[in-house]
């Protein structure tokens, strides 16, 4: 049977003939995208902003073996002759396309590790809930009337960059005494534990947990460190910090490594099997590492909040590997696991299946 085709014959024209050259932004995942590609062979291709950043000389073995310098990174269209010359194969990062734009990086004549098609559901709130919801994902209730409220709620924005623009609530009538003059989103604001779960989708595995023609991988979990809102608690209730003019931000300053109770591992994977199965259904499947990012509730239920379609700054706690990637294979991180995903599509002939 064999996945779905994602790339032509004209996006994989490049690399004909030839070893691809792994390629991605130098922030973010870069170090283990680099490192991981340098273990399977792969040569490594850094997209700098400006000068290339001085931290890989500390790290010599996540160090890209050349750069392409840019003024500007939302420019890299008008390097792609250059990154097909050297054969790239451009790995997606959360900034990598927020600095370039999920439609400009969806149209970029290079070839990209993933289904580019992903971009479009992922992007767009109200897509990304109609594919999660279409899976049968539990997800926070979203208020489109706001008499409907009944408990806490997050205001989310659309297009809030950096965790920044958040407004919680605890009840309408706190709510009321926001203005919120722009398009958003009122969700409710599920009380729990917050989990980042790693997964990867291959599509050429035939072992493992099957879904789809495929099978899926728990590489690890992180949960995020949010300044300020992760220490407010300590300084008081809400209303006393509005006052006092000081605004929850969920702005990420770093990742921590976690687990989750074993007896929880089924409805983990269920809910991983799922999205990757509607993704199939909705268009043509995702590919790769996506991190989904909900909350445990107490009563040991998981509501997913969104997911981001590629390879998250959360698998940095896990260059060495995790304690789920380390049953999968020793030492394994997700940057390596692109590196293995697209060394096994060349030897069987299937870059079509992995690349777009
Ligand atoms: P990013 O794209 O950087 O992941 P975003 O702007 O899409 O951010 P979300 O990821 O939806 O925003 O939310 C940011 C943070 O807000 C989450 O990491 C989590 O801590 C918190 N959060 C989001 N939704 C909820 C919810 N429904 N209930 C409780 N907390 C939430």
Request: glycine letters at 10%; proline letters at 6%; one cysteine or more.
């Amino acid at each position: 049977m064999g996945a779905p085709r994602l790339a032509s014959d004209k996006v994989l024209e490049p690399l004909k003939g030839r070893d691809p050259t792994i390629a991605t932004i130098c922030s973010h995942s870069s170090l283990q995208i680099f490192h991981g590609a340098r273990l399977e062979g792969f040569r490594t291709l850094g997209i700098a902003r400006g000068r290339p950043p001085r931290f890989y000389d500390a790290f010599p073995l996540a160090k890209p073996d050349l750069f392409l310098a840019l003024p500007k990174v939302a420019e890299i269209g008008e390097h792609a002759e250059r990154l097909r010359k050297e054969g790239a194969v451009l790995v997606p990062t959360g900034s990598f396309v927020e600095y370039v734009g999920p439609e400009r990086f969806s149209k970029l004549p290079v070839p990209v590790f993933g289904n580019r098609k992903v971009m479009e559901w992922e992007s767009d709130r109200e897509k990304e809930r109609l594919w999660l919801e279409g899976a049968g994902v539990r997800m926070p209730r979203k208020f489109t009337d706001p008499s409907e409220i009944d408990g806490p709620v997050i205001v989310k924005y659309y297009g809030a960059k950096g965790g920044r623009g958040f407004i919680l609530a605890k009840n309408r009538r706190e709510l009321e005494s926001h203005k919120i003059d722009e398009p958003h989103v009122i969700q409710e604001y599920v009380i729990g534990t917050r989990y980042y779960i790693h997964f990867f989708y291959s599509p050429l595995n035939d072992r493992g947990y099957r879904v789809g023609d495929g099978s899926l991988e728990l590489l690890g979990m992180d949960r995020r460190d949010e300044a300020n809102i992760d220490e407010l608690y300590k300084l008081g209730s809400q209303e006393e910090l509005l006052r006092a003019g000081i605004h929850p931000t969920f702005v990420v300053t770093g990742n921590v490594p976690v687990v989750i109770r074993e007896s929880l591992l089924p409805e983990v994977f269920e809910i991983g099997e799922k999205i990757v199965e509607r993704s199939i259904d909705l268009f043509g499947g995702m590919v790769g590492p996506f991190c989904v990012e909900g909350i445990m509730t107490e009563k040991l239920e998981f509501y997913v909040f969104e997911i981001s379609t590629r390879i998250v700054a959360g698998t940095n706690v896990y260059i060495n590997g995790s304690p789920y990637s380390d049953m999968v294979a020793p030492g394994l991180s997700t940057g390596r696991r692109i590196a293995i995903e697209l060394k096994r599509a060349i030897s069987e002939g299937r870059l079509a299946e992995v690349l777009s």
